[in-house]
């Protein structure tokens, strides 16, 4: 039996997982963004003096860059550790937004932006952003063209976090493939340089007209902060701004700023998605049946349902520990516990969907429920408890008690009719869809876990000797088939959804994805079981299901 | 001893063998045959027609242009015409050819102009190792009847046909309706693949790319619109000549003949992972094995590669004259491949004897050679008939317990009997 002392170490392990993997991603993309860094310096450099290149890089860039770069991991690697928040109406989405915890990541973004901005700008020549006024040396002048490049990083700091953090669905992908890291690397960095380059267009644009138009401000209270006096010659107007050169080098730091960026986030997703393949027994590591449990940090649930679903499908020689009995005893211990975890994270899924999916009823009018407060006695009981709708009634004597409870049912009921209005309603009524699309975040690892059942059913018939498995065939074939039932309806939903202007692909894709696998499990069931389906006493219902499936015409 | 086709029996003159029951084969005169005296294992199989409008129908297609009188038109008018029909090049080429003395200029600098696009078209085709547009999509369009493709489904039996009109009828018996499968940018359409453990999924492999349709056996629509498709392109990888579900049906690859990248997808999220390696020519053949560890990729030239479906790593092999055109693997194991290449009339059988398994010791599998295992020279039968030459189509059925092969200009398929276990065996059937 597992003390919580047991449970409490293997979440540290699990914890431990993700943080050396945390670690060794850092490294990487250390080691990537100093190559960057000094593949920009030399090429800036060579363009004005070739055998000087390496006094490019000051002492303080690699620091910097560390900074830069240890704020990126935190907010990277935020995604893959906690479960994504869950917001039912507007209301709520928009204050999310407003939360600290973003205001923490903007500021990482912003200093992220700011500080590759300054590294890329100052390895191409001088790093000071005012010198020595020419007229009076004794003052000093700003550098406007450096000030609006070092500006430039803030906005695209700021840019990347509305774009990439708070307007955009925060979601890891794994690989379609299981190749090696650095494959996955070669085969992805083209496409992340093409990606970033494309995308940099726009904020530089955006960025160039917010100068055009604030330039003139901001420079002042940057002159005002740090005393320094306002440039002779101001870049703001419109044919200085429009210079080719400072255009040019302006979009080549943001293209710089963007891959370090996405490159960044690539070599996190690497890293961290890379199977990893759990025991199935140890005292001192994590083990499969654990790390599939809801403690599990998200990531490592994620990797155990990917591990069971290959262990499943390829590993003749793990399959067959699960479906080993424990000596001494003779119990299957190890499926029993995968099992459990593997029903449990179906039956969360659904009861999840069923919930997501079924139409809230009606809220009742509130004449209904404003009655005068009474002790309840008797009769009154039976009324409370045949109209589910009604208020609890208040048993309790105490004045300022009762005097608090009212003042709580009057503004409930204020409340209520408030978020009637249809302004109002827009904003605090309920969302049915995004508790189905928060829920499609996690839709993979159910699919895993589906097919990986499926799976080992099937090599069951061979593998099994004792009968292990077979036993819950049954258990298997029902919750896999209630899972497609939940799934069939929240995919008519989201065929609706589609014409709907707040369309998300993500989600659509995902509820077809789902079901399409799940199918898929099913199928492979059937063509497995197909002699064997009457004798497994399934349901009525569930049998019917399944005869569609041996015949291949299921809906 | 090497098996030719000279071992085969003889046919009985004037018959036709029409099945195979308890292993004695059965004949039928070539008027009356009539496969249902002998038989019900095919009764419940759907019962396909393909009527001569398809043809009718292409023809109008192809030389629709031709239906018209030449007129003698302006210059301008014949430019916007070109510019709206084939583009710039059109337009140059009406440019150069003008025979008008006052456009002499103009003419020259058109000439030039279209001297250097053939250059770079020239240079471009020589880079990529491919053959043009032309050559890939005609290269299989020796055939010369209405049907393009014809594949069963893996589960039950359902059948796909392609045509030359680049549309796609499904045939059931369970189903009256026979329905077509029609889009617009749907042309050339090279390959059609059913998904495994998928009731109603077929992949169609065209010049645009390829077309997901999913058709629900219960619908009582004869023509689904394109809502019931999705179509998978990237941005490089368009004309799409091969496509090879994976047997779990989980992944879909597809590559091109004149593109040396493939390509595997997560189809039901429209999302792609391009396999790159360097060498060969564009890849012409893939083919999964049954239990989707390996994955046959034959390219243009005399290179294969077998890819490791676990690292995603290849194995690369050299054939010793030609490209494969014809792979079956061992059914129910993937340790045993066989295979067909252009220029030699041979059936090769990989691994060799000499070896356990494909990827069992890597550092000797550049001196291990594949074996051969049928003649397939053209031979004359005393029957009369002339069989042999180069391999079509080939096919293992799913026991392992014959092999069928199609050849080019011959009426006649040679089935072997095979055996896998324990040793590998082929006799003619």
Do not use: A, R
């Given at each position: 039996m597992e003390t919580m002392d047991d449970l409490g170490a293997k979440v540290e392990l699990g914890r431990e997982l993700c943080l050396g993997r945390l670690l060794t991603a850092s490294c990487w993309t250390l080691a990537l963004q100093l190559c960057l860094l000094i593949g920009w310096s030399a090429v800036l450099q060579s363009l004005s003096s070739p055998s000087s290149w390496s006094s490019a890089l000051a002492w303080w860039h690699p620091p910097l860059l560390i900074l830069a770069l240890v704020s990126q991991a935190l907010f990277s690697c935020n995604d893959y550790l906690i479960e994504p928040q869950l917001n039912t109406n507007r209301l709520k989405i928009f204050l999310s937004k407003f939360s600290f915890r973003n205001l923490i990541v903007l500021t990482l973004y912003t200093t992220l932006g700011t500080s590759l901005a300054l590294v890329y700008t100052s390895s191409g020549g001088s790093s000071a952003i005012w010198l020595p006024c020419e007229g009076d040396p004794s003052k000093w002048c700003l550098q406007e063209e450096r000030f609006f490049l070092i500006l430039g990083g803030l906005f695209l700091g700021t840019y990347f976090f509305l774009h990439d953090y708070l307007l955009a669905i925060r979601s890891f992908k794994f690989p379609i493939l299981q190749q090696c890291k650095f494959t996955q690397l070669k085969s992805r960095l083209s496409s992340v340089v093409t990606a970033s380059v494309r995308s940099t267009s726009a904020p530089v644009s955006v960025y160039v007209t917010a100068y055009y138009v604030w330039g003139k401000s901001a420079r002042n209270v940057f002159c005002w902060l740090f005393s320094v006096s306002p440039p002779d010659n101001p870049i703001d107007s419109f044919f200085s701004l429009l210079r080719p050169s400072i255009l040019f080098y302006f979009w080549l730091v943001a293209c710089m700023v963007t891959i370090s960026v996405r490159l960044t986030e690539l070599l996190f997703n690497i890293w961290l998605t890379e199977r990893h393949m759990f025991p199935l027994?140890?005292?001192?590591a994590l083990t499969l049946k654990e790390a599939l449990g809801g403690n599990s940090p998200r990531i490592i649930r994620h990797l155990a349902c990917l591990d069971f679903y290959l262990m499943s499908a390829k590993d003749r020689d793990r399959r067959r520990a699960v479906f080993e009995l424990s000596q001494p005893g003779g119990h299957p211990h190890t499926w029993n516990a995968i099992k459990t975890q593997c029903f449990a994270l179906i039956n969360d899924f659904v009861l999840g969907l069923e919930k997501g999916s079924r139409p809230t009823p009606e809220e009742p009018p509130i004449r209904l429920i404003r009655r005068p407060l009474h002790i309840c006695h008797g009769e009154a009981n039976k009324e409370s408890l045949a109209d589910p709708f009604r208020r609890p009634s208040i048993q309790h004597t105490d004045p300022l008690v009762r005097i608090f409870t009212n003042l709580r049912d009057w503004s409930l009921i204020k409340w209520a009719e408030v978020s009637h209005f249809q302004f109002i309603s827009y904003f605090v009524g309920e969302l049915s869809e995004s508790k189905i699309d928060n829920l499609l975040l996690g839709g993979e690892q159910v699919m895993w876990v589906a097919h990986g059942l499926s799976h080992l059913a099937c090599h069951s018939l061979e593998e099994d000797n004792y009968g292990v498995m077979q036993n819950d065939l049954p258990s298997i074939i029902t919750s896999l088939l209630r899972l497609k039932v939940a799934l069939d309806r929240i995919v008519k939903q989201g065929g609706l959804l589609k014409k709907s202007p707040k369309h998300d692909e993500f989600s659509f894709r995902m509820r077809n994805a789902m079901r399409a696998s799940v199918k898929r499990s099913i199928y492979r069931l059937a063509i497995h079981f197909k002699m064997y389906i009457l004798d497994l006493h399934l349901p009525k219902e569930i049998e019917q299901q399944m005869l569609t499936f041996v015949a291949f015409k299921a809906v | 001893m090497l098996c030719t086709l000279k071992d085969f029996p003889d046919l009985p003159e004037g018959t036709i063998p029409l099945c195979e029951i308890d292993g004695k084969l059965y004949f039928a005169p070539n008027d009356v045959a009539n496969i249902h005296t002998f038989t019900s294992s095919v009764s419940s199989h759907p019962h396909v027609t393909v009527t001569k409008d398809v043809l009718h129908h292409i023809s109008t297609k192809l030389h629709s242009d031709r239906v018209f009188l030449p007129v003698t038109d302006s210059l301008s008018h014949r430019l916007q015409t070109a510019w709206y029909d084939g583009g710039l090049v059109q337009v140059l080429e009406i440019l150069a050819n003008q025979q008008d003395n006052s456009f002499i200029v103009g003419n020259f600098l058109a000439s030039w102009f279209l001297y250097g696009h053939r250059l770079f078209l020239k240079a471009k085709c020589f880079l990529s190792s491919s053959t043009s547009k032309e050559k890939i999509f005609n290269r299989e369009r020796y055939k010369v009847g209405p049907i393009e493709h014809i594949v069963w489904h893996p589960h039950c039996p359902k059948l796909a046909v392609a045509t030359r009109d680049d549309a796609i009828s499904i045939y059931s018996t369970e189903c009256q309706l026979n329905p077509v499968l029609k889009a617009k940018t749907q042309r050339q359409v090279s390959c059609i693949a059913w998904r495994p453990l998928s009731e109603s999924e077929l992949a169609v492999g065209c010049s645009e790319g390829v077309y997901i349709w999913v058709v629900d056996p219960n619908s009582i629509i004869s023509r689904p619109s394109i809502s019931c498709t999705t179509l998978l392109k990237a941005p490089t990888h368009r004309r799409v000549t091969t496509i090879a579900w994976s047997p779990q049906g989980d992944l879909l690859a597809t590559a091109s003949w004149n593109d040396h990248v493939m390509y595997i997808w997560n189809v039901d999220m429209k999302d792609s992972v391009p396999l790159k390696r360097i060498g060969g020519g564009g890849v012409s053949l893939l083919s999964w094995s049954p239990d989707s560890s390996m994955l046959f990729a034959s390219t243009t030239t005399t290179m294969f590669r077998i890819w490791n479906c676990d690292a995603w790593e290849p194995e690369i092999w050299y054939t010793?004259?030609?490209?494969?055109?014809a792979i079956c693997w061992a059914p129910s194991m993937s340790d045993m491949l066989l295979f067909v290449t252009r220029s030699d009339p041979y059936l090769y059988a990989l691994p060799s004897a000499t070896r356990t398994s494909i990827f069992a010791s890597p550092a000797s599998s550049r001196h291990t050679a594949a074996h051969v295992v049928a003649d397939f020279t053209r031979v004359r039968l005393d029957s009369g008939y002339t069989v042999g030459g180069e391999v079509v189509n080939m096919v293992w059925d799913k026991k392992g317990k014959h092999l069928a092969v199609m050849f080019k200009d011959c009426p006649l398929i040679a089935v072997y009997t095979t055996n896998i276990a324990p040793h590998f065996y082929l006799a003619p059937g």
């Open positions: 027994t140890s005292d001192s | 010793l004259g030609g490209d494969v055109i």
